[in-house]
Nanobody
Framework: EGELVESGGGLVQAGGSLTLSCTAS????????IGWFRQAPGKDREGVSC????????FYADSVKGRFTISSDNVKNTVYLQMNDLKPEDTAVYYC????????????????WGQGTQVTVSS
């Protein structure tokens, strides 16, 4: 049974940086599509960034393009989301997800989800 464990959330001032980590067990992240999603209070969960399973291309939502970077470490079996120049509107619970057929931001195609980590950006 696979599992994802997240860490790295917290409180940061606008313009600051945070790096979220997502460590997998029970499967190899390189064999899966990976997605980072977030859910702000009162809003639906939305896709932030993803790594395609097939060719490992990366994609970013327009709202975070140029500020966030998704990456993975094969040795640590961990995926990261580096977040720079954070804005108050980035405040949300962030989730990582992995899917054998993980397809972009289609949440139903992801098999495993992390527990979520809170990111709060103060103005």
């Amino acid at each position: 049974e696979g599992e994802l464990v997240e860490s790295g959330g917290g409180l940061v001032q606008a313009g600051g940086s945070l790096t979220l980590s997502c460590t997998a067990s029970g499967f190899t992240v390189d064999d899966y599509g990976i997605g980072w999603f977030r859910q702000a209070p009162g809003k639906d969960r939305e896709g932030v960034s993803c790594i395609m399973r097939t060719d490992r291309r990366t994609f970013y939502a327009d709202s975070v393009k140029g500020r966030f970077t998704i990456s993975s470490d094969n040795v640590k079996n961990t995926v990261y989301l580096q977040m720079n120049d954070l804005k108050p509107e980035d405040t949300a619970v962030y989730y990582c997800a992995a899917g054998a057929s993980g397809l972009g931001y289609v949440q139903s195609t992801y098999d495993y989800w992390g527990q979520g980590t809170q990111v709060t950006v103060s103005s």
